[in-house]
C-alpha cells in the first residue's frame, strides 16, 4: 500500500524564491518579516500605495504555516458569531463579518486584475450539528450571524449525496482557492512593481530607533521607517501577545473521491474540536476524480504525541461520512494561534515604538486574517483611518475572557514541571533512527535526534524563548514547545517563533 504524503496537497507545486540572502544593506520604506499571506498581502497593498518594501522569509515564498493551510476562505467565524457576541458585543460581530468578507472579495479582485490561475471559486458554507446534540446553539447562530450581516439561512440539509448531515445553517459566498498559486502570483506581482522578496534570510533582530534596522545573521540590516511582524507568531517580544492566545496543531487528510459523490462546498460541524471538509479539484472541476479535504483534531502544541492516532481519527470519521472516499493521498499537520476572542491581532504592536506592527493570532482562519492585515496595516502606515482598528488592536485586553487568560495561563505554568520529570527514554542508545527524544543526563535535558545513519545529534531541550522544555513529535519530527508554540527541526533549527534561534548544540566534555 502506498504511503501518503506527509506535506499538503497544495506542496506539489514549487514555491517562489526570491532572491536568495541579504548580500548588502538595503533603505526601504518599510521591512516585511514573513512571505506567507499576511506579509505578502501587506507588501501588495503598500506597493499600491507608493512605499517602498523589503520582505524578508528564512525559507521561501508561502513556506510557513500558509503552505499547511486547508485553503477555506470564509466569513463565518471559527469561533462562532454567538461566542463573539458575548465576549465583544454585536458590534464587534459586524466589523469581523464585513472585514472577512472583504478579505475575500479583496482577494478576489486581485486574482481578476492579475489574471491569477489559482483555482479560485465561489462556495457555499454549511455548518451542521452531530445528530446528538441540541439545535438551539444553531438557532442561535442563525440569529447572531444574521445581526451582523450575514446571509444566511437555514436549509434541510448539506448538498452531500450521502452525507445526510440533517438540517443546517447555509452560508453563501464563501470561497476557496490553491494558495501556494495565489502567494506566487503575489510575489511576482510585488516584484514586478519594485519591491523586493528575500528568501534565505532569518532577520536576527529588529533595532528600534526612528529608522529601524532589520538585521541579519551575516550583519547585512535592512533600514526602514515600518516594520511588519507577519511571522505567524511574532518574534520580537517576550510577552505582550503571548500571553493572550496559545498554540494548536491541527491536522489534515485527503483522500481521492469520485468527482460525483462531494459537493464543492465548505462544510464545518459544531464538535469541539469540529470537524472542517472542502474538495480540491486536481485538474479541472469537469475532472472525474477530486480531493477530499477533511481537518480537525486540533491538540495544543507540544503536549500530545499522538499524530498517528488523530489522523486515523480523521480517516475513519471521513470514510464513514463519505464511503466512496478511496485512497489516503496527503495528511499534515498546521499550526493555529488561538485568541481569546477567536479574532487575530492585527496592527501597531504593544510597546513604545507605533511604527512596529504584528499580525498574528489566525484563530483557524488564516487566509482571510492575513488578507485583512494587508489592507488593515497598509492603512495604519499611510494615516488612513480604518474601521477595524480596534476590533483588531493587539494592545487589547481579554474582555469577557478572563477565566479563558486564566486558564491558558495556567496551563502553561503546569509545563515548567518537565524540568523535573525522567526523559522520555533513559539512554540515547533507546532511539530508533530518524527519530527523537528527550533525555534526562543529571540537572540536563537533551532534544537528542538519530539520523538515519545512526548519528547522534544533541541540543538543548530548553526552548530559547521562555525556558519551557520542548517536546518531540513523533508526527512532524521536531521539537516543539508546549508553552507558546515554538517549533525546531530534527537539527534544533528554529522553524516558528517565538524563539528566534536555534536550540544550542550540547557540548560534551
Known sequence: MTRPNHKSCWQ???????????????????????????????AYHLLREGRSVVVLDDGS??????????????????DRFTELAMRRGEEACRLAAESHTAAISRIESIVRERSIWCDFSRVDGYLFNPPDKSWDNLDAELVAAR???????????????AF????????????????????????????????????????????????????????TEVRA??????TNIPVNDIFAIHLKQAAYLSYVVALRAPRNAVARALLWDTLDP??????????????DECLLIVGGEDAKTGQHDDAEARYARLESWARIHFPQAQELKYRWSGQVMETLDGLAYIGRNPGDDPEIYVATGDSGMGLTHGTIAGMLITDLIVGRENPWTSLYDPSRKPVGGFTDFVKENLNVASQYAAWVTPGD???????????????????????????QSGLIHEYSAVCPHLGCIVQWNHGDCTFDCPCHGSRFNQHGEVISGPANVNLPPVKHS
Request: proline share 7%.
Open 147 to 161: 445581526k451582523a450581516g450575514v446571509e444566511v439561512e437555514r436549509v434541510p440539509k448539506a448538498p452531500f449525496p
Open 425 to 451: 527514554v533513559s539512554s540515547v542508545d533507546d532511539i530508533p533512527p530518524s527519530q527523537g527524544a528527550i533525555v534526562r543526563r543529571g540537572l540536563q535535558k537533551i532534544a537528542a535526534y538519530r539520523d
Open 12 to 42: 506539489d507545486i514549487p514555491h517562489q524564491l526570491g532572491e536568495s540572502g541579504l548580500t548588502s544593506d538595503v533603505d526601504a520604506d518599510v521591512c516585511v518579516i514573513g512571505a506567507g499571506i499576511a506579509g505578502l498581502s501587506t
Open 274 to 287: 469540529y470537524h472542517y471538509v472542502r474538495i480540491e479539484d486536481r485538474s479541472s472541476p469537469a475532472a
Open 61 to 78: 515564498v508561502g513556506g510557513g504555516q500558509t503552505q499547511k493551510t486547508s485553503a477555506h476562505l470564509s466569513s463565518v467565524l471559527d
Open 225 to 230: 521607517r515600518s516594520v511588519v511582524v507577519a
Open 164 to 219: 445526510d448531515t440533517g438540517p443546517c445553517l447555509r452560508f453563501t459566498r464563501q470561497a476557496q482557492f490553491q494558495p501556494l498559486k495565489y502567494l506566487n502570483a503575489l510575489a511576482t506581482a510585488i516584484q514586478k512593481s519594485g519591491g523586493r522578496i528575500v528568501s534565505q534570510c532569518h532577520a536576527e533582530s529588529i533595532k528600534p530607533g526612528e529608522v529601524k534596522r532589520v538585521v541579519s545573521p551575516s550583519g
